[in-house]
Each structure stands twice: as structure tokens, then as C-alpha cells.
């Protein structure tokens, strides 16, 4: 990982883009497809793909943290 600890909260900031992002339309077909109604489909999906990009950003940082440990 780059020393600079701007680099480190920018790629932490785009897995979060990314996985929030990515998640949203598989979670908002989930809900579609088990009959949800679109505006509360919509909402769970929000809260669902923050969720999961917290998640993305904590794994993230977990493995960044343990492949650094293991060059140093």
C-alpha cells in the first residue's frame, strides 16, 4: 500500500463506489423479483448496497493490512 494516506482514503473510497454501486441493481432485482413494491424495493436496496460497501471497505482494509505484513 502507497504510504501517502491520501492514495489510502482514495481507494478505500472507490471499493466503497464500487461495491455500493454494484450492489444496489442485483439487490433491487432481488427485491423486484420477490414481489416488493418498487418504492420500497428501491429504499431497501439503498440501505442494503451501503451496507455491503461498508463491508467491501473493511475487508478491503483488513487485506491491505495483512499483505503489507507480509513484505515487511
Given at each position: ?25 442485483i ?46
Open positions: 500500500m502507497p504510504e501517502s494516506s491520501i492514495i489510502r482514503a482514495i481507494s478505500v473510497i472507490v471499493v466503497m463506489l464500487v461495491v455500493g454501486f454494484g450492489w444496489f441493481p439487490g433491487f432485482s432481488r427485491l423486484k423479483k420477490k414481489g416488493v413494491e418498487e418504492e420500497a424495493a428501491r429504499k431497501q436496496a439503498k440501505l442494503d448496497a451501503k451496507k455491503y460497501s461498508i463491508l467491501g471497505a473493511f475487508f478491503y482494509m483488513i487485506f491491505m493490512l495483512s499483505l503489507v505484513r507480509l513484505f515487511l
